[in-house]
């Protein structure tokens, strides 16, 4: 994607979805280059995969929406911090069960081990803080969709 085009897609997320922009911004802006950039393109992704698929445009996300989100996703990953790895991918699975293909994507990409050396290479830390970043951008964008009218 060139620079105009992505500078263009931005400002309109900007203007339809604001508050989810910012989240996602906010929270990827502490993290490393890398992960910051993999964080916004993986929410470009999730978010033109809603738009492609939703039958009507999908009504901004207010950022009370966002926050109880993000705190429901919290807590639900607190209980795994113990947890063997196996145990965490099955309570994975079934915690993000209504958009399992959305979820694995955003796994696979997070958890890829590069073989190039000029790949992004992911701290254990920027894994998880852009999985719950993006777990709290599909939930919100999944609850908006389903609550349209047909």
């Known amino acids: 994607m060139r620079v ?9 997320i900007g ?14 802006e502490d993290l490393g280059e890398d992960a910051s950039e993999m964080g916004i393109l993986l929410f470009l992704v999730i978010l033109r995969a809603f738009q492609k698929t939703s039958p009507k445009k999908i009504r901004m996300i207010k950022p009370a929406k966002i926050e109880a989100a993000l705190a429901s996703n919290e807590k ?9 790895d196996r ?9 993000t069960s209504r958009q399992p293909y959305l979820f694995q994507f955003v796994t696979e990409v997070l958890m ?6 000029d790949a992004p290479h992911l701290s254990p830390e920027e894994q998880g803080q852009l999985f719950l970043t993006l777990k709290t951008v599909i ?12």
Not at 112 to 117: A, L, R, S, V, Y
């Open 76 to 84: 639900f990953l607190a209980n795994f911090e113990q947890a063997d």
């Open 15 to 28: 203007r339809d979805q604001a508050a989810l922009m910012i989240f996602v911004l906010a929270w990827t």
């Open 112 to 117: 890829q081990e590069p073989d190039d050396p």
């Open 139 to 150: 939930d919100v964008l999944d609850e908006a969709v389903s609550k349209q009218p047909q």
């Open 4 to 12: 105009a085009d992505m500078q263009r897609t931005m400002q309109q």
């Open 87 to 95: 145990f965490v991918e099955r309570a994975a699975e079934i915690g």
